[in-house]
């Protein structure tokens, strides 16, 4: 289980929103300091200012992990590998439209977003890295499942943009799990009446209910 707060949503209201972002954050070390925290805030840049980017995230905000994007290459991701405990959840198959403009695009004998995977994979083991693969792409979620044995998959799409959990759980799931499926959208907009906590509060343990059933099948619980 993991809370992956985007970070876009508190930025967006200055250094008020930062310090909520904090706020929340410390709330869950304090009340569930077992639970995995993502900060999805996608950098990435070279030298020192991805260094301070790693610093502000994984010192200062006290988050886990953090979402980093690798089109700048090595120099731009290993400042973010120099911490002990935390993890790089690279980009490498996003589940928006979008992600049919560049990342299909064939370099040399593969697609783009194979050759990140295949690069990346020499950046950090397992123990430190895991990648962005959307549930919005399953087939290649199993090709890249093939390429990555061991690797852990943060898969978001589920839900609002149309991924299938079934389709990811068959096509990503590894012996030892080896995913992180997200749902945003589908949780954070249940309702937008009074009731949201609680129906945010119920979708949340409905995909929860249903990842435990596939795990089931596959003999991991």
């Known amino acids: 289980m993991a809370y992956k707060p985007n970070t876009a949503f508190y930025e967006v209201y200055g250094a008020k929103g930062w310090q909520s972002l904090e706020r ?3 709330y869950i070390k304090n009340n ?4 995995f925290i993502i900060a999805d805030a996608k950098r990435g840049d070279i030298g020192n200012t991805s260094a301070n980017y790693a610093k502000a995230f994984f010192n200062t905000l006290n988050a ?3 979402t980093v ?13 120099n911490f002990e405990d935390k993890w790089v959840v690279l980009l490498a198959l996003t589940s928006n439209k979008g992600s049919q403009d560049f ?4 370099v040399g004998e593969r697609m783009l977003h194979q050759q990140v995977l295949q690069t990346a994979t020499t950046w950090a083991t397992s123990e430190q890295m895991m990648f962005v693969v959307g549930a919005t792409h399953p087939e290649e979620l199993g090709e890249i499942r093939k390429m990555l044995p061991d690797y852990f998959f ?9 991924g299938d959990l079934q389709a990811v759980a068959h096509n990503g799931l590894n012996d030892e799990c080896g995913l992180l499926v997200n749902s945003s959208r589908g949780i954070i907009y249940a309702s937008n009446g009074s009731d949201f906590a609680v129906r ?3 979708e949340a343990q409905k995909l ?4 435990a059933e596939l795990l089931k099948e596959k003999g991991l619980v």
């Open 24 to 26: 929340t954050v410390q």
């Open 32 to 35: 569930h300091p077992d639970i």
């Open 64 to 66: 886990d992990a953090l």
């Open 69 to 81: 994007a690798p089109y700048m290459g090595k120099d731009s991701v290993e400042p973010f590998l």
């Open 103 to 106: 990342q299909y695009l064939n």
């Open 154 to 162: 943060l898969v978001p799409g589920v839900g609002a943009q149309g």
């Open 200 to 202: 945010a509060g119920e």
């Open 208 to 211: 929860q209910q249903q990842m």
